[in-house]
């Protein structure tokens, strides 16, 4: 008898998980620590192209070296929650190759946006 009581419980359990929308999901870490946060990362690349591109191409660069400050420390911030969010061996290995390959997308994601320099 107790097997179909949590046999009924899982499904519940499931019937609550496909109700939550993908960023929920994504954000309570079910995906995963690498997915959640490449996700997270790219969409504030992705945020930053736009926003800093139409900055340079307005030749607003007040707001453009608000718009990098504000990436940068929007970079450092998932760096630290992985840090914190990271169980594994060879922690400081891991954290200096995610923060490497961030920061060169962050410097190509930048010189995207200054090519509308013309």
């Given at each position: 008898m107790e097997n179909n009581t949590s046999g009924a419980t899982q499904l519940k359990n499931i019937d609550e998980l496909d109700e939550r929308s993908f960023a929920q999901r994504l954000l309570s870490g079910e995906y995963g620590l690498a997915l959640t946060y490449w996700v997270l990362f790219?969409?504030?690349?992705?945020?930053?192209?736009?926003?800093?591109?139409?900055?340079?191409?307005?030749?607003?660069?007040?707001?453009?070296?608000?718009?990098?400050?504000?990436?940068?420390?929007?970079?450092a911030l998932l760096l630290i929650r992985i840090k914190t969010a990271y169980k594994g061996?060879?922690?400081?290995?891991?954290?200096?190759?995610?923060?490497?390959?961030?920061?060169?997308?962050?410097?190509?994601?930048?010189?995207?946006?200054?090519?509308?320099?013309?």
């Open positions: 790219f969409s504030g690349c992705g945020l930053y192209f736009i926003f800093g591109s139409q900055a340079v191409d307005s030749e607003n660069w007040l707001s453009y070296l608000m718009i990098a400050s504000t990436q940068l420390g929007y970079t061996p060879q922690l400081w290995k891991v954290m200096s190759r995610t923060s490497s390959i961030f920061m060169i997308i962050n410097i190509l994601v930048g010189i995207c946006t200054l090519g509308f320099i013309y």
